[in-house]
């Protein structure tokens, strides 16, 4: 299979600066004074190249040969695989997160999660190998000026990898069940041991070192999350001056057999068993549980990410499919023995398909791309410690369930429409849908799964500021819909958005009251409540990129009008048959009882 990833760049670049409009508005200013649009522009051209003409190489044969465990604690990866990662090395895109202090560009959120799409859309296995980077960014920020100076720039010079260390084989989602203990040396390390499960990255062989982030208990911490502390844990411990000593005592036990991600090393680790295994605490702080929630939250925005961007090629290629392939005959003619076949692109269902998948990728792009430059704003006004960006961090907070949560569920959803598009051929490995779908379905599972996401939107993000961050957002949406009554030609938009807009808000005020009852409401309802939500959020993003297209296409040219006479059409199937399913859903939790919680678990 050649160049199974089909980019959609220009519609990456609208979002970015067309609706977003970061050229103005992110570059030029504080720490993004450096970067402009044009050079921002031709550095992800060119991104878009090597991502379809190198890295996508891997994508099906890296599958296909898997990995390869010894039975001691190393892991192999296929040789396809390592020469995708050496060209992205080499070509120093790995240099694009990061700050100019280690040597990197310094790019914004909304263009390192632009360079994200595409790492993942052409091989998804790519950027989890690629995790040093952030890595670097974590110790940077929350490490004592010791660690940083032992670690961050060597991390970066030498292309180390990375890995977060949280779940357990009795401690999955329940992380603060975790029983892998810390012991005090006395030295300014920690003896760590414990064994920690579906690990990414636990170990592979293209990089000397790996640094681990491992959430343990000290000894005589409390019990929960709060006893937790954060402990970095390398493959090979580093010394004071960044030089290679010891290996650590921290091996791989067991490699995960999956459903997908093949070439993804996912891995069980065991910490003390072989050996004392040793750790520096991040910050010589035990702030275990907010510290890791920073990597946390960059995980849930990148599966988020990763999930619509595997939605987009696999729409892409579906479209492509359909448009060459010919059977059947017209369905106004079919009763004409002579009738000739038409593509199947002509046929009205596939069109309905089509122009579904187009539509959740477009929405979920958005929502991704809007949420990424609200992260550049943070870091503008000064990061997420800062008072000043406040505000904007909690939208952040509130935005980033609704990427992860729902660009999964719906991602993986959207997939099997696509593989339909194909019929029969669509279930055969001659085409790449089939891995697409066996490489999405763990998004809607590991960094929490959607219903984790689900009660963290409703409990921590809108109860407990009381609302106020959703009403804000709430309140920015309504401004749209009154500015769209300058624009007779897209009435049908602004009526669509305004019924949706209310039926969101009365699901809120339905679930205020209903918690009264009882919290198992939630627990059966958060899940509408999410997606609504969501689907709100991207109808007002998809209304505003109409209002854009609308004042463009008249006087655009060539695919550029092609371009926005497909987001006009878009925004308006997405109002027609996407948002009118919040109503369905308003009802449903209208009409919601406990009668489930009821009925005796011998009657399952």
């Not at 939630?522 to 854009?548: D, P």
Request: charged share 25%.
């Amino acid at each position: 299979m050649q160049h199974h990833y089909k980019t959609n760049l220009r519609d990456i670049f609208f979002n970015l600066f067309e609706l977003n409009q970061i050229g103005t508005k992110t570059f030029g200013h504080g720490k993004f004074s450096h970067l402009d649009e044009e050079t921002m522009r031709d550095a992800l051209a060119q991104l878009e190249k090597i991502c379809v003409q190198e890295l996508a190489q891997s994508f099906a044969v890296s599958d296909r040969e898997g990995l390869h465990f010894d039975g001691e604690g190393n892991v192999r990866l296929p040789d396809a695989l390592k020469k995708s990662l050496d060209i992205y090395m080499e070509t120093g895109w790995h240099l694009l997160e990061l700050p100019e202090e280690f040597g990197g560009f310094g790019a914004p959120p909304s263009m390192i999660w632009a360079q994200f799409e595409m790492l993942a859309g052409s091989n998804p296995c790519v950027p989890f190998y690629l995790f040093g980077g952030f890595i670097t960014k974590v110790i940077n920020s929350l490490g004592t000026d010791d660690q940083k100076k032992r670690f961050c720039q060597t991390i970066v010079d030498r292309g180390w990898g990375g890995s977060m260390v949280l779940t357990e084989p009795d401690a999955g989602s329940d992380v603060g069940a975790a029983t892998t203990k810390a012991k005090d040396l006395g030295d300014g390390t920690w003896a760590i041991e414990g064994v920690k499960r579906f690990i990414t990255n636990g170990d592979y062989d293209h990089t000397e070192n790996i640094i681990h982030l491992v959430l343990a208990r000290p000894e005589g911490a409390g019990p929960g999350t709060k006893g937790l502390s954060l402990f970095i844990v390398p493959k090979y411990w580093v010394n004071e001056d960044g030089s290679l000593g010891d290996r650590n005592g921290v091996f791989v036990t067991g490699l995960e057999k999956k459903m997908g991600l093949n070439a993804s090393a996912t891995c069980e680790l065991t910490m003390g068993d072989r050996g004392v295994c040793r750790g520096l605490l991040m910050g010589n702080v035990h702030d275990g549980i907010r510290q890791m929630f920073r990597v946390i939250e960059h995980a849930r925005m990148a599966v988020g990410m990763k999930s619509m961007a595997t939605l987009s090629t696999g729409y892409l290629n579906a479209l492509e499919y359909t448009k060459e392939r010919v059977q059947g005959p017209d369905l106004a003619k079919a009763s004409e023995k002579d009738s000739p076949r038409v593509r199947v692109i002509e046929h009205p269902d596939v069109r309905r398909m089509l122009m579904t998948q187009k539509a959740y990728a477009e929405g979920m792009r958005a929502l991704g791309y809007y949420t990424a430059f609200i992260q550049d704003q943070v870091e503008l006004l000064g990061g997420h410690e800062s008072p000043d960006a406040k505000k904007l961090d909690k939208l952040n907070d509130l935005l980033l369930p609704l990427v992860k949560g729902y660009c999964s569920e719906k991602g993986y959803e959207q997939l099997a429409v696509s593989l339909q598009c194909y019929g029969g051929s669509g279930y055969c490995k001659d085409y790449p849908i089939e891995q697409y779908i066996r490489d999405a379905k763990i998004d809607t599972l590991y960094e929490g799964t959607t219903h984790i996401q689900s009660l963290d939107l409703f409990f921590r993000k809108v109860a407990r500021d009381m609302g106020a961050t959703l009403m804000g957002l709430m309140a920015e949406i309504n401004t749209t819909i009154e500015s769209l009554s300058e624009t007779p030609e897209l009435s049908v938009e602004m009526e669509g958005l305004r019924r949706a807009h209310a039926e969101v808000g009365s699901i809120f005020q339905t679930m205020l009251e209903k918690v009264q009852e009882s919290v198992y409401h939630v627990g059966f309802q958060a899940n509408k409540v999410l997606e609504s939500l969501a689907e709100l959020v991207m109808g007002w993003l998809l209304v505003r990129q109409a209002q854009i297209a609308h004042a463009k296409v008249a006087d655009a040219k060539g695919t550029d009008k092609d371009f926005y006479t497909g987001k006009l059409a878009t925004t308006r199937f997405y109002v027609k048959n996407v948002l009118p399913q919040i109503t369905l859903r308003r009802k449903l939790i209208e009409a919601s009882d406990l009668d489930l919680m009821d009925v005796p678990e011998s009657a399952f």
